[in-house]
Every structure is written in structure tokens, then in C-alpha cells.
């Protein structure tokens, strides 16, 4: 057999095998996310509700009492709660969480027992892990619910303009995949052509002008398409958007009929 005849088989099979192989490969590793993140939804959820919100918001009522010996005495209640053999505290989710947990336990055990602990180095713990604990909650919160102001006003709209809103919401995302990949570009141009104007690298290649202008455009493009497209994007600015220009055409409105009424009268 010759190169050539081996050349042509290699031509006949190979893209429909490369094909069916690059097909196979994106469908088992967008199952495999798909997967992952539904684990990840439900131990998340599971997490905040057994053990993670009602520990954040116990302790937070705890540190804001002023007399010392109720506080102490929630304190030593809240701890007792949550012992460890008792309640799954690796559904805390961190192992420094959970190792800071354990540390202010000890600290409070000994700070009862008069032993080494002064009472500042256990409330400086237990701020520290009062804010890591914090972080960790709306965390998980915001993994969970960063959908649902989005979800909760497109699921009220007509079909016709809920479909409209998923468009657009991929055109944002994609666009704000051309402003990161633009932006590295023009910085790296701009950066090796400073390289090369003070003589660091003489032989170094440019990133050619036609393309930086091309990254300069599509950044441009892109910040016009965000910020057009944030308008019609349910959530927190849209709301806000709306509310302020709510309100400006209620003054405007305001400030016409009164101009009016006063043309009227006269």
C-alpha cells in the first residue's frame, strides 16, 4: 500500500471519527457538570438549612447582647447545641470553619475554667469565625439564589418575551467573553510595544496594529451591547433602573400638569 492510498483513507475516516470523538467527549463532560452541579445544589441547600443558617443567625443575635452574663450564658447554649458528635458540623463545608469552631469550643471551656484563654482573645476568635461563618453563608446563598429574581420575572412574562430574555441573556454573556478576551489583547499589545520602545526585547513580536484595532472596536461594541441588553436583564439593576426612571417620570409628570393647570387658570 502507498503513501498516497494511505493518505486517502486517512482523509476518508478521520474527520467523521474525530467528529463523532470531539461529539462524545463535550457530551460526557457537560453531563459530568450538569451532574456535579446538581450534587452541588443539594448538599448546598441541604447545608444552609440543617446547620449553616440557623448557627450564622444564633450567633448573631448572640454577639449583639450588651449584658455579659446572658450573652455567656446563650454562648454556652449555642455551643452545646452544636457539639460536634451530636450535630454533622462537616456540613459547615470548610475545614478552616470547622477547625475554628473547634477552637472557640476549647477557648470558651477553658475561659469558663478560669484556665489560659482572657476574655479578649476568645471574643477576637469568635468575631473571626462569626465573619468567616458569615462569608460562608450568603456564600452558599448566592450560589443558590442567584437565578431567582431572574427566574421569579421571566417565568411571569409571555412566552414570546420570556424566550427574547434568554437571547439576550446569552448575547450578554458572550459579550462579556469578547470584552475580557479584547481587553487582554490590547493590554498585551500596549505592553510589548512598551517592551520593545525602551529596547527590553528587540526581536520580540508585536501583536499586529490591524488587530489591536479590531480589540479596541470590540470592546467598544461590547460595553454598548451590556450595558443596552442590562435594561431588559430582570434583577437587581434593571429594578433599580426602573425605579429611578419610575420615579423621574412621575416628577416630570407632576411638574406638567402643574405647569399646565397654571395655563389653564389663566
Not at 463532560?29 to 441547600?45: L, M, P, Q, T, W
Amino acid at each position: 500500500m502507498e503513501v498516497g492510498d494511505l493518505m486517502d483513507i486517512f482523509n476518508e475516516y478521520f474527520p467523521p471519527l474525530l467528529v463523532v470523538i470531539i461529539g462524545a467527549s463535550l457530551a460526557y463532560f457537560y453531563g459530568r457538570k450538569n451532574n456535579n452541579y446538581v450534587n452541588f445544589h443539594s448538599k448546598a441547600k441541604e447545608n444552609i438549612e440543617d446547620l449553616l443558617e440557623p448557627m450564622y443567625f444564633r450567633l448573631k443575635d448572640i454577639i449583639s447582647i450588651d449584658d455579659k452574663y446572658e450573652r455567656e450564658l446563650k454562648l454556652d447554649k449555642w455551643l452545646n447545641d452544636y457539639t460536634p458528635y451530636e450535630v454533622p458540623i462537616h456540613k459547615l463545608g470548610d475545614k478552616s470553619l470547622i477547625e475554628k469552631f473547634l477552637k472557640i469550643r476549647e477557648m470558651f471551656q477553658n475561659l469558663s475554667e478560669k484556665r489560659l484563654e482572657t476574655e479578649e482573645e476568645f471574643y477576637k476568635g469568635l468575631k473571626d469565625f462569626h465573619n468567616n461563618l458569615e462569608r460562608q453563608y450568603w456564600s452558599i446563598f448566592n450560589s443558590l439564589y442567584k437565578d431567582y429574581i431572574w427566574y421569579n420575572r421571566i417565568l411571569n412574562t409571555h412566552f414570546t418575551y420570556r424566550v427574547f430574555l434568554e437571547c439576550i441573556r446569552y448575547i450578554r454573556n458572550f459579550s462579556q467573553f469578547l470584552l475580557i478576551i479584547s481587553g487582554i489583547t490590547i493590554f498585551l499589545g500596549m505592553y510589548f510595544r512598551i517592551l520593545k520602545e525602551f529596547n527590553h526585547f528587540d526581536d520580540l513580536y508585536l501583536i499586529p496594529y490591524d488587530l489591536m484595532v479590531l480589540a479596541v472596536f470590540t470592546v467598544g461594541l461590547s460595553l454598548a451591547l451590556m450595558v443596552f441588553i442590562e435594561w431588559f436583564i430582570p434583577g437587581k439593576f434593571s429594578f433599580l433602573m426602573e425605579k429611578k426612571i419610575g420615579e423621574s417620570v412621575l416628577k416630570t409628570s407632576k411638574k406638567l400638569l402643574k405647569f399646565f393647570k397654571g395655563i389653564f387658570k389663566n
